[in-house]
């Protein structure tokens, strides 16, 4: 099946469960025609499909409680109820049980192909295998020894990162902190509104509740399309205050494999299970993820890394990731004896062939323009 047959299929099951954005699905596949990796990260649905087909060994393998969407870009910082700063996983709209190996071909296969970006070579690592054995070397200790990642007293380095964020950039100069507020000051007003999604809003808020405008921003790319409304709060105790629901459905990876009519939501249940220090402003209600924004709360993009950070950092990705799998007892000793049964080039092999096939499904959507 060609990648176009896919999109088409997939979005009008997508337009079944969600109030599509039209305007926003075309600036979507405008985006994914940017490079490769914008690719990847808008099509976990056509992943998914190509997973089935050409990854049967790797499909086998033991299952866990998965991100599914899992790329370089889906990690960030939050605030936990402590109020330190947090780092980890920042996305689970596709969240679902799979093959655990699922989502460490495809962080893999996002490394590679952020790595061929010229504008993007942000990491220190520059071979297939140094990409794939830092991430295997952090998931396997991460299922040996768990632990969420606090940007307190310890990961000195992901602090600075973080630090790094806020430093003007050399294309406009401005810092995160200011791209934030001016960002956040000129959303354009929200327009059908549903009184669900104002009481989800409203109920977000710390009390006293703030005087709050609803806008429409248009963020991240896997979910382009979908309904997202933001309220922000220019003014409460001298700061300003922003919290955001986005619309979600049943993962692409369920529709893939015929599964599509089901309904569960696996949000909720995978933020509870990971072992991360929670951030207590993420929820979600009926179809609805709700969360803080602030400038220091959200993914860290492959801008905001410095150049000596490339195998701590993906060594970093692959334990957060068995954080997030959170694997025990059986399940945890099941994935470890296939872990090693599995040739030491396994990973490498597959994230080439898949982005070899993601290649492919990429020039056909330049070609079509």
């Known amino acids: 099946m060609s990648f176009a047959t896919t999109t088409e299929r997939y979005e009008h099951w997508l337009d079944a469960k969600l109030d599509i954005n039209r305007d926003e699905l075309k600036e979507k596949r405008r985006r994914m025609q940017e490079d490769e990796h914008s690719f990847l990260r808008g099509t976990f649905y056509r992943w998914a499909v190509l997973w089935q087909k050409h990854c049967p060994e790797c499909d086998r393998a033991p299952s866990v409680l998965g991100v599914g969407d899992l790329h370089v870009e889906n990690f960030g910082t939050w605030r936990d109820a402590d109020g330190r700063l947090a780092w980890g996983v920042n996305d689970f709209d596709e969240a679902c049980t799979l093959p655990y190996t699922n989502d460490l071909v495809r962080l893999a296969t996002s490394a590679i192909l952020a790595l061929s970006e010229a504008n993007r070579r942000k990491l220190t690592v520059r071979t297939t295998e140094e990409i794939c054995n830092s991430i295997l070397a952090g998931y396997r200790e991460g299922l040996e020894h768990p632990e969420p990642f606090v940007l307190a007293e310890r990961h000195a380095w992901l602090r600075h990162i973080v630090a790094a964020m806020f430093e003007p950039k050399n294309g406009d100069g401005k810092s995160r902190y200011t791209r934030f507020i001016e960002q956040m000051s000129s959303l354009p007003p929200a327009t059908r509104v549903k009184g669900e999604v104002a009481e989800i809003l409203r109920d977000a808020f710390p009390r006293p509740i703030p005087v709050y405008a609803l806008g429409h921003r248009s963020a991240g790319l896997g979910s382009l399309g979908r309904q997202r409304f933001t309220a922000v709060a220019n003014d409460w105790y001298g700061g300003i205050l922003v919290r955001e629901v986005k619309a979600v459905t049943t993962s692409s990876w369920l529709w893939a494999l015929g599964q599509g009519s089901q309904t569960t939501i696996h949000y909720n249940r995978i933020i509870k299970a990971a072992l991360r ?59 470890l004896k296939d872990l090693d049964q599995r040739p030491p080039t396994w990973l490498a092999d597959v994230a080439v062939e898949m982005r070899q096939r993601i290649r492919k499904d990429w020039e056909e959507l330049k070609d079509a323009g």
């Open 277 to 335: 220090a929670p951030d207590p402003t993420l929820q979600v209600r009926g179809g609805w993820v709700i969360r803080r924004l602030a400038p220091d709360v959200g993914k860290v993009e492959l801008q905001d890394m410095p150049l000596d950070t490339g195998e701590d950092l993906l060594r970093a990705m692959g334990k957060e990731t068995a954080n997030v799998h959170a694997p025990t007892g059986e399940s945890l000793k099941a994935v």
